[in-house]
Nanobody, 124 residues
Framework: QVQLVESGGGLVQAGESLRLSCTYS????????MAWFRQARGKEREFVAA????????YYADSVKGRFTISRENAQNTISLQMNSLKPEDTALYYC?????????????????WGQGTQVTVSS
């Protein structure tokens, strides 16, 4: 089992920045990829960004490309999501996910482990 705990959410104004963190523990050896997804109220959960463990290749949704950056901090067993130039439409519950399987990084079904989420609210 892998445990994931998100932190760093909050209330900011449009144009400001936030940095989300996801701390992972447990049987993390063999992790293939980790990702961030988000779910706005009344909408389905959607892909935000992902990073592969081998090679650190990153992937982004078009809606966040150029504004968000996913990274991995091995020493802290953490992945982060730096979110700049935030918009009201970025308001959502942000989830961290991980998987030992090799799949399409933007697909929810590719991930086996999920955190509880951290709320990000962007006011206009």
């Amino acid at each position: 089992q892998v445990q994931l705990v998100e932190s760093g959410g909050g209330l900011v104004q449009a144009g400001e920045s936030l940095r989300l963190s996801c701390t992972y523990s447990g049987r993390t050896f063999g992790t293939s990829a980790m990702a961030w997804f988000r779910q706005a109220r009344g909408k389905e959960r959607e892909f935000v960004a992902a990073i592969r463990w081998v090679g650190s290749t990153t992937y982004y949704a078009d809606s966040v490309k150029g504004r968000f950056t996913i990274s991995r901090e091995n020493a802290q067993n953490t992945i982060s999501l730096q979110m700049n130039s935030l918009k009201p439409e970025d308001t959502a519950l942000y989830y961290c996910a991980s998987t030992p399987r090799y799949g399409v990084p933007s697909v929810q079904d590719a991930y086996d482990y999920w955190g509880q989420g951290t709320q990000v609210t962007v006011s206009s």
